[in-house]
């Protein structure tokens, strides 16, 4: 028998490609999402296959599946500002709610869980680049306080069941990612660059566009957690990579990649926008042998190629 694994948001845009990769690694792979975030179309192609289920369901309900479970990634959560924006609450429920559901599960299963957390823990940070040991600077009660303190109480809930229960519990801290099945619409630097460039359309910066980011290819960050869920080491992770660029940089780079004649306009910058965000990934290559290998410029042609056939099929995005 197969070892079983159970991805909750398996059909986001990281859910789905964990789907492929654990389906790959001889896994059988129980997706579960609500689909408030996550698109059918990510796991289509998966559909049929024998080691793999879709089950539409929310994680903040009660939450049970038949036989064993080795493992539980907890991959379920709005992951952008528009989607935790519009969708506060759930977004609460999820990381809080979900993640207590998703351990219950786990401990009911003896299986090991996995955290999908986010550099968001480290807020607009004081200290550069952010190491794991960083506590972070957030804004509890600001707007995108409901996004970054859900994720905060679940690694805290993480942590609580494996030091109570002896859970054998995992926590990523995931910075940017980019790569095939972003949405175009999710309000992200990237999609939002891409999508304007490719219509034409002013690419819209907020801020002066000296906020920094590091983005990583979603093949590197997938291959991160595979060894992650596969190593002995309990605490919190980053994984991205930790090549830094403006915000301005990266708006002209798409604008030479795309070759579109779209303008640069700048509006005011969102309230408690990280000013710089960048993973310091000495633990990962310590622990896991892991780092960031792909170069941004190739990634960027993959996604771009991707966004361009969205746009010329004229496929909601």
């Known amino acids: 028998m197969p070892e079983r694994a159970l991805i909750t948001g398996?059909?986001?845009?990281?859910?789905?490609?964990?789907?492929d990769r654990f389906v790959k690694e001889g896994y059988h792979v129980i997706c579960m999402d609500n689909l408030s975030t996550g698109r059918a179309e990510n796991i289509q192609h998966l559909i049929g296959h024998e080691r793999f289920e879709f089950i539409k369901y929310d994680v903040t309900e009660y939450l049970h599946v038949g036989g064993?479970?080795?493992?539980?990634?907890?991959?379920?959560?709005?992951?952008?500002?528009v989607d935790y924006l519009e969708m506060p609450i759930q977004t609460l429920k999820v990381g809080s709610l979900g993640t207590h559901k998703a351990l219950g599960l786990a401990k009911e299963k003896e299986a090991r869980f996995l955290l999908a957390s986010t550099s968001e823990v480290y807020g607009d940070p004081q200290i550069h680049p952010q190491p794991e040991s960083y506590w972070g600077n957030v804004n509890p009660i600001g707007v995108r306080g409901v996004y970054d303190e859900a994720k905060r109480f679940a690694e805290a809930l993480v942590m609580a069941y494996h030091r109570y229960h002896n859970l054998d519990t995992r926590i990523v801290r995931i910075f940017n990612t980019y790569g095939p099945r972003m949405r175009i619409d999710d309000g992200r630097a990237l999609?939002?660059?891409?999508?304007?460039?490719?219509?034409?359309?002013?690419?819209?910066?907020?801020?002066?566009g000296s906020q920094?980011?590091?983005?990583?290819?979603?093949?590197?960050?997938?291959?991160?957690?595979?060894?992650?869920?596969?190593?002995?080491?309990?605490?919190?992770?980053?994984?991205?990579?930790?090549?830094?660029?403006s915000i301005l940089e990266f708006a002209r780079e798409i604008v030479n990649?795309?070759?579109?004649?779209?303008?640069i306009v700048f509006k005011d910058l969102p309230i408690d926008d990280p000013k710089v965000r960048q993973p310091d990934t000495s633990l990962a290559e310590k622990v896991l042998g892991w780092k960031a290998k792909e170069n941004r410029s190739e990634g960027l042609k993959t996604t771009l190629d991707y966004f361009r056939s969205k746009i010329s099929d004229r496929q909601p995005v």
């Open 10 to 19: 398996g059909a986001g845009f990281l859910g789905s490609h964990l789907c």
């Open 257 to 263: 990649l795309t070759g579109s004649s779209s303008k």
């Open 191 to 208: 999609p939002t660059f891409m999508s304007q460039a490719l219509r034409g359309e002013d690419i819209t910066i907020y801020g002066d």
């Open 68 to 81: 064993e479970l080795d493992i539980i990634l907890h991959f379920a959560s709005p992951a952008s500002p």
């Open 212 to 245: 920094t980011r590091s983005f990583c290819y979603v093949d590197d960050l997938i291959e991160g957690i595979y060894r992650l869920a596969n190593s002995d080491y309990i605490e919190p992770v980053n994984i991205g990579n930790p090549e830094e660029i």
